[in-house]
């Protein structure tokens, strides 16, 4: 069981690397389109790392360890959901079919994700 880690992780590596020759290709052919995915894929990482410092702060001072995890859970859950749906809305849209209808600019995912945030926040901040 011990080699299973160090497997996963350069099974990971491989996956990553394999994609250098796509991103490669996508910076040659239109820079600027390539600079604003990777800024977007910048704001989506920092709004993920938000939510994680949310919950993990959280569950540094709960009383209740396991309903706090369990809130913490559904919190970040609903958290990822409004990120994924925030970047489908400004990342840039295929030119070939038409957009999802996903990408209206107040969906019901959208309005789903925020109650459930709204609803989560202050029980994972009580615990």
């Known amino acids: 069981m011990d080699w299973l880690v160090p497997l996963q992780l350069a099974v990971a590596a491989l996956l990553v690397l394999a994609q250098f ?4 290709r996508h910076w040659l052919e239109n820079r600027e389109e390539a600079a604003r995915g990777w800024r977007i894929a910048g704001y989506y990482l920092a709004f993920c790392i938000t939510g994680l410092v ?7 001072s709960a ?35 038409g957009a ?17 945030i709204a609803l989560s926040l202050p029980f994972l901040l009580s615990l």
């Open 21 to 24: 020759p796509a991103i490669r």
């Open 63 to 97: 009383a209740k360890p396991t309903h706090t995890f369990l809130a913490g859970c559904v919190f970040f859950i609903a958290w990822i959901v409004l990120g994924v749906s925030w970047m489908l809305k400004v990342s840039p849209k295929p030119k070939t079919s």
């Open 54 to 60: 949310i919950v993990i702060g959280a569950l540094i």
């Open 100 to 116: 999802p209808r996903i990408v209206q600019p107040l969906h019901a995912i959208d309005i789903l994700a925020m109650v459930v």
